[in-house]
């Protein structure tokens, strides 16, 4: 009592000048303000229990009203010790503080909280009343610690915390209005207090207004950049969104969160997110799925961000729990399988006997322990590409995927379309997730998946770059963490560009696993073929297949297709037709429902390229007209079949015949009962979507029972029940052009790839036979792109065939013919398909069809040159190198008897290039396919022998008429060397130098190309020509006109031709039919001797070889001429010493 007494006398001076309101001076009021605050500070350091009960007494007697007047003082320094002092008392009172001070008086002009609270609103200014940042962060953080006291001290007493709610809404109002502070720290605190209210206790319809206004103040708070600060709002938001008042603001919630998961990757930030939606997915009751398949979005989003593992785990942990928790809730469950033996029943329909057990499926789907080989690496590289680890899928989660999947779609897709110019990676990730979580359930959004993946490929910027079709090939087949070691090294590739392909790749990959294959194959065929109706697609390809000998009557000039030297040759390969035919007519099956792509109908197929060929490069200019939609179907199959213009009763009877088999065949199809069943799937879902927001409608106004006005109902309406529009509406906004084929067909050959990876795991089960339609489907969509227009995509054309041959196995037999036409085909441009590639492909294709590849080639080859005439357009470059380097590719393949056989046909194709005034560049082309040719030595001698005089007669000699230009020049340049190849291979009969007219004709062009001063590469070669034919030549008169022509060049300027002219010469003096007359001799020998003392040595070395064999010819005149020279050069004068010692 002692300490008390001396400290009420000793604080009566003090208050004494605080409670006059003369005393002005703030020096005055802090100095006692500080007196004051040591005093108590003193006292409690010395006194007991019951002296601090007293205390209290004192305090709310003599300095609880002083100080609640001080706390609204003007001076920032007064209010400042003010709370000083109310943090000292909260330290040493203990729980003291809040019954026997701050709640005992509880009007609230005289209570301290009261006054403190207010001082963090808003005047009529709007602006907040305590200026002082420190001042309202120590008010917050005041009221923080005594409600986590009284939260401590009463938590077993819930009634008695009514104390401190008394002052609910005036704190809220207050924080409300602090969550728009900019001091980060104090905005961090007010949320921990606003968590720590713990306001779902207290949902009074008073307080509405104010959680509105501290949802949109908090969700305005989230773009700050301090993580720990966004830790504490998002805690609060958990909170607060769960209250039935922000029932609505849900959406704008979500679209916050969204936007933060774009700029903020913190681990800590996105557990809170996640904590956040598995709370809301759990206690919100009246959830529907537009909403759920947001808030499940959000973890999407969360789990391809670059976190890591053990977030990435929480993630897919919370999703789990929360789909056990609302499976165990539902109590409608039998309901619940009925859908799934729905969706089971669809897929019957469609051709897949899917197992009615999901249970064990789903068990077994992603079990890594029992993969094996491609098994096996597919399904760790999506664990190490996508970040995510996932070894099995429970059916509860299946389930509720299953439920939402439509409006978990459209979300991604209305999100990948709010990035439209930004990264997508995180996407490939997303719609991964949705593919395995859904599993083939998700057929239905195959569509706008395949076209995600298109627009993503578009802005790739390695699309074009060599390795990458050997990059796509190999993230298959080889485990993603070996090629990351390798990327720069094997493929040039930056990690991030790798990384962002290979998320790519196996997106398309886990679509062909996880899909009905005809529906993948289907889609991709709308987006080649620009055309949405499957119909008309069917019709198509049907089209291309009819074999019916209606369609020989719509084409004029048909070419002949019978090969009778090709069967006499290969005997084994005919048995084995005649045997398929013989079992085929055995079966009765009609003619129309066989493919042409088979081995039997190869030669309708060559038939049917050759003649489109034909038509091609022979179309007309023509101007449609408009035709009414009863015209459209019938004008469709005419143009098909070449019936547009044409009035023959018969032909359209046949037309008529045509239509309805083929109206036939569609019915039958696998691709187009996906599509009706599919189509039936949309309306049912859409319908009944429709039906659950109308019910749920109803009853949320029925429970609520709000007056409200029309307007108000209406925007009610808009905010809670966001509308999934159907996909089908959603495409019409989005139309995309497809003309990049590449990327098609980079989809088709991994869409193939993905359904390898499936037959290979489950090799044993029937139910994943290739259907033969599909095959022929995909042989189709080969056929209508392997196109030289399309010569960069040829490598994911290979691609596509290996994984076509992998996959039907055995069935390649049946199809050998188009595999290795393909084949062929891809060889044209070495610079896009690896050769060694090619032959690993071609030697399966003959494990399978016992049938050597020669064979194959043969085959071809006979097809194609009895046709080149009609295949190959002479007015279009592209068209002729593409042709022309399949020739190439044939002629080095083939056996000899078949060059042989059909030479004369390659004959005319020759003469056709010399009739027609062609293009220099195909000029140019087909002298580099000639000189390559020539140049082969195996399995041309006997052509060349039999046609080597006419190829240099009435073609090569033609074509090295000299004209002006420079193109002309280039053109005389290839033909040069052509004739150079000619004579250097012996390729050419030796009776051929006997020719004296050829020979001198042949001479007279190669002066004439000498003579050309303008380009010295041309004469060069001219004289190599010279100085190889006239060792052969036997005329001695055009020996010497020759050597004549030979001795005036060197005079020349040019050390090369002087060199290349004494080669000539000597080749002159070392042809045995030279005879040389004294006269000649005269003549030659001093003019040698003079050119021997040229300033170049080699050409005095090449005249001193000459001279050596001169001197043979006639001795005196040499000697006489040897004695008589006289050499300036060093080099020359040794030539002469040796020349002369050897005389």
Known sequence: MKIYDSL???????????????????????????????????????????????????????????????????????????????????????????????????????????????????????????????????????????????????????????????????????????????????????????????????????????????????????????????????????????????????????????????????????????NCIEMWILNIKDLNNVEKAKLIFIIFLCMNLKIVPCTIKRCYDVIENICNDLYKQNTNNRDHLKNNEHILYTFKNCGKNEKNNYEEEYNNLLNIEKMEDIYDIFFKNINYIFTFSLNKISNSVHNFFCEIKKELYYEIISYEKSCLFDSNEELFGIITLFLLLTHKNSFYFIKHILSFIYKSYISFKYLNYPSTPLLIDDLLFVLHENIKNQHEQNYSYQYESFLYLSKQVYVILICGYLMPIELCIMEIAKMIFDENDVERILTKFYLFNDKNENYKEFSSNIIETKNYYIEEMNEKFVHEKKINNKHNNYNNINNNNEYIFLNKNFQTYLQKCYN?????????????????????????????????????????????????????????????????????????????NIKQTDEKNIKLNDEKNIKLNDEKNIKLNDEKNIICYPLNEYDKNTSIIYQNKKILLIILSQILGGYYVKK?????????????????????????????????????????????????????????????????????????????????????????????????????????????????????????????????????????????????????????????????????????????????????????????????????????????????????????????????????HVDIFKNNILIQNLICVLKSQIDDTWNHENREISIYICSYIVKYVTNNNIILDLLDYLIKLLDDSNISIRICTTTGIHSIFQNKNLVLSKEKCEHIFPLLFLHMDDDYEDVSKNIFYILKIAKGIDKDIFIKHAKNSSECSHHAKSYKNLLMNEV
């Open 760 to 988: 290979y795991s489950q090799n044993n089960k029937k139910e994943h036979v290739f259907n033969e339609e599909c095959i022929n489907f995909v042989f189709y969509l080969i056929h209508e792109n392997i196109i030289y227009e399309n010569n960069d995509s040829y490598p994911y054309i290979l691609i596509t065939l290996k994984h076509v041959i992998h996959i039907i196995e055995k069935e390649c037999k049946k199809y050998t013919n188009i595999l290795f036409h393909f084949l062929i085909i891809l060889q044209t441009n070495p610079n896009f398909c690896s050769h060694s590639q090619i032959n690993n492909l071609m030697e399966e294709i003959e494990k399978y069809g016992e049938t050597k590849k020669i064979y194959f080639y043969n085959y071809e080859y006979y097809y194609f040159i009895k046709n080149i005439n009609n295949i190959i357009n002479l007015n279009d470059f592209d068209n002729f190198k593409y042709h022309i380097d399949i020739l190439n590719i044939l002629l080095c393949n083939i056996s000899n008897d078949i060059l042989n056989k059909y030479s004369k046909e390659l004959m005319n194709f020759f003469y056709l290039i010399i009739n027609k005034e062609l293009n220099s560049l195909i000029k140019l082309e087909f002298l580099l396919f000639l000189n390559l040719f020539i140049s082969r030595k195996k399995n041309v001698s006997t052509f060349f022998f039999k046609n080597g005089k006419d190829i240099l007669k009435n073609i090569l000699l033609p074509l090295c008429t000299w004209k002006t230009g420079l193109s002309e020049a280039q053109t005389r340049k290839s033909v040069l060397f052509c004739i150079r190849e000619l004579f250097i291979n012996n390729v050419l």
């Open 612 to 688: 489109d060929l034909r038509k091609q490069a022979n179309q007309p200019f023509i101007i449609e007209r408009p035709c009414s939609d009863k015209e459209k179907k019938h004008e469709f199959y005419s143009n098909d079949h070449l019936l547009l213009h044409n009035k023959n009763n018969d032909i359209g009877n046949n037309t008529n015949i045509i239509i309805n088999k083929i109206d036939e065949r569609k019915l039958n199809s696998i691709f187009f009962q996906y599509n009706n069943v599919e189509d039936k799937n949309i309306k049912q879902t859409d319908e009944k």
């Open 8 to 274: 009420h006398k000793t604080i009566n001076d003090h208050l004494h000048i605080l409670n006059d309101r003369k005393v002005l001076d703030r020096e005055k009021k802090m100095n006692s303000l500080n007196n004051i605050y040591d005093m108590i500070s003193n006292f409690f350091n010395s006194s007991n229990n019951e002296e601090k009960e007293n205390f209290c007494t004192f305090f709310l007697e003599n300095l609880y009203d002083p100080l609640n007047i001080l706390i609204n003082d003007e001076f920032d320094e007064c209010r400042i010790f003010v709370l000083k002092i109310y943090f000292l008392i909260e330290k040493n009172l203990n729980n003291l503080l809040l019954d026997n001070i701050l709640f005992k008086k509880l009007k609230n002009e005289d209570n301290f909280v009261f006054i403190c609270t207010s001082r963090l609103k808003e005047d009529e200014n709007n602006k907040i009343i305590e200026e002082k940042e420190d001042i309202r962060l120590k008010i917050v953080q005041f009221l923080y610690t005594i409600l986590s006291r009284h939260k401590n001290m009463y938590q077993q007493s819930p009634t008695i915390i009514l104390n401190i709610f008394i002052y609910l809404e005036h704190i809220l109002s207050a924080l409300s209005i602090l969550l728009k502070d900019p001091y980060p720290l104090l905005k961090k605190q007010t949320c921990q207090l606003l968590y720590e209210l713990n306001i779902q206790k207290e949902t009074k319809e008073e307080y509405n207004k104010i959680y509105k206004d501290i949802l949109t103040n908090l969700l305005g708070s989230l773009h700050v950049r301090k993580n720990d600060t966004r830790e504490a709002i998002i805690k609060c938001l958990k909170i607060i969104t769960c209250l039935k008042t922000n029932r609505n603001s849900l959406h704008n919630v979500i679209e916050c969160f969204k936007k933060l998961c774009k700029t903020n990757i913190s681990n800590n930030v996105i557990l809170e997110m996640i």
